[in-house]
């Protein structure tokens, strides 16, 4: 592949996703921001519509909920849905990501009687190994945990998971793209196999919406909760969806079973039944201000197609690792995301011995956002939507004159990384 930079040019102009960058609030055009896998941009549509919901909250007062949103999350969950493969009215939108896997973690592990087995690997995200801790310990340490090691921290251990599915085994949870390396499951292989072994699966689809096409239904997934954040570009803490399959919701029930809940929940009855269908998913008042931005990330990414986004991700992701391999690979930097496209999300991690540093001096000294994720990953995203080529071959270009310069030297060696990013 070609690594001057006027092939980066020449690849932009050919990008049939190039104008949708337009869509974006751009407040400093120097900056080039490789973290919209932890907050993506503002969509410019977005601003006004929140305008529109703050003057209508002002005019209409309770009326806001009865005439228009009183479904909010139902609507939201709809949408949502086409874009991970799901019907309408088996998603929808609520609190965070953490939150929502705290309900069905439980939920899975109180349908599985019998069954004293959870398993996880260690590539997942901290909040899916602290909450099945947390549940497990307040029913008493009932069950086993097993967090399969991944052998090389970046690759999941997808056999060893497999050979703990049995009829032991209640739950099995896993990132389907991992925070770290971006590695990707194989939705549908380990569904199979949890599925003839009759374990239940929560997918943790946060770095996965909106980066690489999910298809629920068609992978046979049982559950799953995810970011609105990242790739859905919804704005800092907009709440996670959640999804279940159809003709599983009336078997589980919701372990934070507020009135919204509630079947007939305006009757206010002090006794509680849970609603059909899922719905029962719900605890409390929908965040509507914080949720209404994901209509707006939602149909950019329908209008560009997933299959497109997914098309120009791995492009993107294949030609950054080209210039990795040509440019950075004489400093020491690693390339610590799978190389096989088939198993990587929308991000790469690129790591060095020196890499909280190095990440240090492209905040600073460079203008690029990226993230870093202990021990040495600085994490790339490609956001397609409005990520060029011509950044990426500037982000390398920038990230040679740190190493030539020395510039991350200046910086102190932090023994753990603080802060966002
Ligand atoms: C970002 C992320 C989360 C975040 O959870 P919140 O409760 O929204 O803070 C959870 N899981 C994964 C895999 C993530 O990448």
Redesign the pocket.
Known sequence: MRTDAAYAQELDAQDPLAHFKDKFVFTDPNLIYLDGNSLGRLPKATKAMLNGLIDEWGDRLIRFWSEDHFNIARDLGDKVAELIGASAGEVIIAE???VNMYKLFHAALEAQPGRTRIVTDNLN?P??IYILDEINRKLGNTHQIEVVQSDDGMTGPVEAIKALLDEDTALLTL?ATV?KSAYNYDMADINAAAKEAGVLVVW?L??SVGSVPIDLNGTGADMAIG?TY?YLNSGPGAP?FLYVREDLQNKLSNPIAGWHSRKNQFDFGLNYVPKDGIERFYSGTPEAFSMAPIEIGVNLLLEAGMDRIREKSVAQTEYLISLVDAYLKPYGFTVNSPRDAAYRGSHVAIGHPEGWRINQSMIKDMNIIPDFRAPDNIRLGITPLYTTYAEIHETIMRIQRIMDEKLYEKYTLASSATGVT
Do not use: I, N, R
Request: glycine share 0%; proline share 0%; with cysteine.
């Open positions: 965070s990501t953490s995200f909040s899916d990132s925070f943790d946060s770095h970011c990242k996670a």
